[in-house]
């Protein structure tokens, strides 16, 4: 009887056995369990691409690592999409097609964790000094994690239905990868994803939980580089100079006003400046001073309206002290981050399901920038969700010190990497098979 029972059964087609829903239980522990086993594995890659950090730009064999691993996979594979970006095909049946993102570079940053397997590697900046190299924000844990959602998205076929899009993005940190790899073809010469989806580290949420937000999550980042001009002397007889370094005074606390006074209270923007070099020597006044800023938005009518009142103020300056104009330049940075209200809502009650209430929040906006927003600018259903990386009881440590916990970029960042890759894969697993549902029988 065990064997005709068990014939019976192999005759039955997979197809024809509907699949737990992503959030179920039974689902939700057959994740859990494949993830307990591939932890070991699962450390040994973070832990490499740790120690193997490659800056914006130059991530040839970071791509190569993950480009291996896909096609190991059975993904189809194609690199040096828009620099060293890499994206994998797989088509598996009638349905949508989903998008999964992870970022690449590291950051030119001395890393000062006394990790085990901190990174050794060092970088010669473009004058000449040399610097460490780290992922201090966090993209070590989005390439590990996206390699082990694709692994288990490969190896469980019948659970979906549709094309899955991995794609290893270079230059996030400087904001120029999406768009580089966008102007390669990415939606042309590959499939135009129905949503996308990426998650990102954060460095004073607990590990187990995450946070969403529908709407805008992250700014407008434009960098703007202002050169006061003016007439250089003694510093004895300022009155034969125009000094660009008081200019530069002035114009810095004007900048303060524009937010505070010209944008509506309830309308989100910075300026900051983060640099200022003029001068030589104590008795010199120079001919020039350079500032450097930072202006962050949500909408596109502020980032306007600061950006020229930023124009006209320094130029209002130069005018007041007799000064030739000023040299202006603004360089684009990334635009806001808008996450899909809908599919936003959709995949909290996934994350909810999966994780808890509990553990999935809903998050303040910021005003940061991330360069995943490009895609959801070319028409695309985005989410881009916050992962927990610090275990609770060294948040309280933190606290109970009265020192915040280290931030992304900081030297001094590090996750707790398998609880933080738990919760990632169960999340980002949990939510491609969501979008990727088979159709009902």
């Known amino acids: 009887m065990k064997r005709i029972i068990a014939t019976i059964c192999l005759l039955i087609p997979v197809h024809s056995v509907a699949a737990d829903p992503p959030g179920s239980t039974q689902s939700v522990s057959d994740r859990q369990a494949w993830i307990k086993d591939q932890i070991p594995d699962l450390i040994r890659t973070y832990q490499w691409l740790h120690t193997h950090p490659e800056v914006s730009f130059q991530e040839q064999e970071t791509a190569n690592y993950l480009a291996d691993q896909w096609q190991t996979n059975g993904f189809q ?16 049946g009638a349905g949508p097609t989903v998008m999964l993102r992870c970022d690449l570079d590291a950051l030119p940053v001395t890393e000062q964790t006394q990790l085990p397997y901190a990174s050794e590697v060092k970088y010669e900046l473009p004058g000449g000094a040399t610097t460490g190299v780290m992922h201090a924000c966090g993209h070590d844990i989005h390439m590990t994690n996206l390699l082990a959602t694709a692994q288990y998205l490969a190896e469980h ?6 094309t899955l899009m991995v794609i290893g993005q270079p230059a996030e940190e400087r904001g120029a990868g ?23 580290v954060s460095g004073d949420k607990p590990t187990g939980a995450i946070g969403v937000l529908p709407g805008y999550a992250l700014a407008n980042v434009d960098s703007v580089d202002i050169r006061m001009k003016g007439r250089g002397g003694h510093g004895s007889a300022p009155h034969t100079t125009i000094d660009p ?160 916990a280290p931030s992304l970029h900081s030297s001094q960042y590090y996750p707790d990497v398998e609880p933080t890759l738990t919760t990632g894969i169960l999340t980002m697993t949990g939510a491609a098979l969501e979008l990727l549902k088979r159709p009902e029988s």
């Open 157 to 162: 076929r019948d659970q979906w239905s549709g």
């Open 77 to 92: 594979v194609t690199t040096r999409v828009g620099g060293h970006g890499i994206v994998g095909i797989m088509k598996n």
């Open 178 to 200: 999406a768009k580089a790899m966008l102007q390669d073809g990415l939606f042309k010469r590959f499939p135009k994803p129905d949503f996308a989806l990426a998650l990102h």
């Open 245 to 404: 370094i008081v200019q530069a005074a002035q114009l810095v606390m004007s900048l303060q006003t524009i937010v505070s006074r010209e944008v509506k209270p309830i309308e989100p923007a910075v300026v900051t400046v983060g640099s200022i070099h003029g001068g030589t020597k104590h008795n010199i006044i120079g001919n020039e001073c350079d500032l450097q800023l930072t202006v962050r938005s949500y909408s596109e009518a502020v980032r306007r309206k600061v950006l020229d009142a930023i124009q006209r103020k320094a130029r209002a300056v130069a005018m007041s002290f007799d000064a030739p104009a000023p040299e202006i330049k603004i360089s684009e940075g990334t635009p806001s981050l808008r996450n899909d209200d809908d599919l936003t809502a959709r995949l909290k009650q996934v994350f909810e399901t999966t994780l808890g209430t509990d553990r999935v929040s809903v998050d303040e906006p910021s005003m940061g920038g991330e360069d995943f927003s490009r895609y959801g600018r070319e028409g695309v259903p985005i989410l881009m969700y916050r992962l927990g990386s610090v275990n609770q009881s060294r948040l309280d440590r933190f606290k109970a010190l009265g020192v915040p």
